[in-house]
């Protein structure tokens, strides 16, 4: 176990939180009880991920898309009051890391999405500071259709393939979640394919018109691993028990 002050502190130093400038707080966003025995992780900080993280009486939950985003309505009403309403009944914490958890080079959304597609890791690109997105390579070179069967197999859902390139692929780039906005640096990198979680109108034209092979797989799916594998070190460092739930989202 662990006091809340303390997880608190080892996250924000261990994902580097002050390198990042984010759309929103990262860290403790609702307090709650101390100490920490049982961590409830999982993708979205939704009713239903609260609601099994009070059935399994955990003391805090930790994910990686919290509240108080920059731009919305800061009104604690509706869906928002039930939300905070339930955690502050039965005095659970709940702790968000985004952009930090993206980007972290073992825990990471990213990292762990290459590990599950078997891709060696060459270097970063993207937009941001620090840069977010991971580009490399396949052992073989494969398929337009088989990396997509790939895709498929690791993360339990059918990609949308658009295949504006005929050849085979090898080189990948890749950014997990909202990364559409991230195909024109991948394709100036040169690489036969780009991997991200959702897909934009004009996302299918600046493929065909490049010639890259571009695949969305999901926001949810490509964001399933780095909460996972950071819930199981804390679980590791400071003897918790770690429970992921996974509450299913087809976007």
């Not at 502050?88 to 702790?95: Q, V």
């Not at 895709?151 to 909202?178: K, M, Y």
């Amino acid at each position: 176990m662990i006091e809340l002050a303390e997880l608190q502190a080892y996250c924000h130093d261990l994902l580097e939180v002050d390198r990042f400038e984010d759309y929103c707080p990262n860290g403790l966003q609702v307090a709650g009880r101390s100490p920490i025995r049982r961590l409830v992780t999982g993708v979205t900080a939704c009713q239903a991920l609260i609601d099994a993280a009070v059935e399994r009486e955990a003391d805090a939950i930790l994910v990686h898309h919290g509240w108080f985003w920059r731009g919305e309505d800061p009104c604690i009403v509706g869906l928002k009051h039930r939300r905070l309403a339930t955690l502050l009944r039965h005095d659970i914490a709940l702790l968000a890391y985004h952009l930090p958890l993206d980007a972290h080079p073992v825990y990471g959304n990213n990292v762990q999405l290459a590990r599950r597609l078997d891709l060696s890791v060459e270097g970063r690109f993207g937009r941001e500071r620090p840069q977010l997105g991971l580009h490399g390579r396949l052992a073989r070179a494969e398929s337009g259709a088989d990396f997509a069967r790939r895709i498929e197999q690791a993360l339990e859902r059918t990609p949308l393939h658009v295949a504006g390139s005929e050849r085979p692929i090898q080189t990948v780039a890749w950014c997990s979640g909202a990364a559409q906005g991230y195909i024109a640096q991948a394709v100036q990198l040169g690489v036969d394919a780009f991997l991200t979680g959702e897909i934009s109108e004009q996302t299918v034209h600046v493929a065909r018109e490049s010639g890259i092979h571009f695949f969305a797989a999901g926001h949810h799916a490509t964001e399933r691993d780095g909460v996972q594998a950071l819930g199981a070190h804390l679980a590791a460092e400071f003897g918790l028990e770690a429970i992921f739930i996974d509450v299913p989202n087809p976007a």
